[in-house]
């Protein structure tokens, strides 16, 4: 049988085994934050939503794209906490870049059900003519009657910080603010509070869209759009108390 040192180089083998150290600290620093914990929570009740969802049995090509968008997105979801708890926070970052789109076009076919079947025939010159991400958001500021581009802000946002390589990126490179970028992953409470925030609400915006193409006669899939709901209120109610029921946009 091959020995595990055989299998790992050394080194690669010391890089996991710090970035199980900095998970053990990033809980420690989640378990004396609620606002954190509340995120967490959130996040698992999409993802249990999403899961539960792509159960449903249906012949609707359209709806088995939602599906794919869901699971899709749960993935990522799973794939970018793990990072942030591993003390990777750009890359995580780039990872919630693509929630961001792919929520952004599931709004989309929220609204006008028919992009869908355009969207799945589309070839690759239609598809980034009519189905690009500029061209979703587009639509979409059209569709609410929003001027202040705070779709693309966004977008650009994780572009400049996490997907893009330049000057810029480096901020998420660093432990601390006014510090030197470092190599490999670290943990600080700071980026790990505006990783998880970002994800929690992306989250609630990912579960917003989702649960429209939810049966709402599926009695299977009641108790996550429930749990879903209810941490979606406690949640707006902690970080938006202002807002009272509405959802931040």
Same mark, same amino acid.
């Given at each position: 049988?091959?020995? @595990?040192?055989?299998?790992? &180089?050394?080194?690669? +083998? #010391?890089?996991?085994?710090?970035e199980?150290?900095?998970?053990?600290?990033?809980?420690?620093?989640?378990s004396?934050?609620?606002?954190l914990?509340?995120h967490?929570?959130?996040?698992?009740?999409v993802?249990? #939503?999403?899961?539960?969802?792509?159960?449903? +049995?249906?012949?609707?090509e *359209?709806?088995?794209?939602?599906?794919?968008?869901?699971? @899709?997105?749960?993935? $990522?979801?799973?794939?970018s906490?793990?990072?942030?708890?591993?003390g990777?926070?750009?890359n995580?970052?780039?990872?919630?870049?693509?929630?961001?789109? /792919?929520?952004?076009?599931? *709004?989309?076919?929220?609204g *006008?059900?028919?992009?869908?079947?355009?969207?799945r025939?589309?070839?690759?010159?239609?598809?980034?003519?009519?189905?690009? &991400?500029?061209?979703?958001?587009?639509? #979409?500021?059209?569709?609410?009657?929003?001027?202040?581009?705070k @779709? $693309?802000?966004?977008?650009?946002?994780?572009?400049?910080?996490?997907?893009? &390589?330049?000057?810029?990126?480096?901020?998420?490179?660093?432990?601390?603010?006014?510090?030197? $970028?470092?190599?490999?992953?670290?943990? +600080?409470?700071?980026?790990?509070? $505006?990783?998880?925030? +970002?994800?929690?609400? #992306?989250?609630?915006?990912f579960g917003? =869209?989702?649960?429209?193409? =939810?049966?709402?006669?599926?009695?299977?899939?009641?108790?996550?759009?429930?749990?879903?709901?209810?941490?979606?209120?406690?949640?707006?109610?902690?970080?938006?108390? /202002?807002?009272q029921?509405?959802s931040?946009q």
């Open positions: 049988m091959v020995k @595990r040192r055989d299998i790992i &180089p050394a080194n690669l +083998e #010391l890089l996991h085994n710090g199980q150290q900095l998970r053990t600290k990033a809980l420690g620093i989640i004396g934050d609620e606002r914990r509340l967490l929570a959130l996040i698992e009740a993802m249990n #939503l999403a899961d539960l969802f792509r159960q449903f +049995e249906t012949a609707d *359209d709806l088995k794209v939602a599906q794919f968008l869901g699971m @899709r997105t749960f993935n $990522a979801f799973g794939a906490l793990k990072l942030a708890l591993s990777y926070h750009q995580s970052a780039l990872i919630l870049r693509d929630v961001l789109e /792919t929520i952004f076009l599931l *709004d989309m076919f929220a *006008d059900r028919s992009q869908i079947e355009r969207w025939f589309a070839d690759r010159k239609a598809r980034m003519k009519y189905f690009s &991400p500029v061209k979703v958001r587009q639509q #979409l500021d059209t569709r609410d009657g929003f001027t202040s581009k @779709r $693309a802000s966004l977008y650009e946002l994780f572009s400049e910080l996490a997907g893009h &390589p330049n000057m810029n990126s480096t901020l998420m490179m660093r432990p601390q603010k006014d510090g030197d $970028a470092v190599i490999g992953p670290f943990m +600080e409470s700071t980026t790990l509070f $505006a990783g998880i925030s +970002e994800m929690g609400r #992306l989250a609630v915006q917003e =869209v989702l649960v429209l193409f =939810v049966p709402t006669d599926w009695n299977a899939g009641l108790s996550c759009r429930l749990a879903f709901a209810q941490l979606k209120r406690d949640w707006v109610s902690t970080f938006y108390p /202002t807002l029921n509405k931040p």
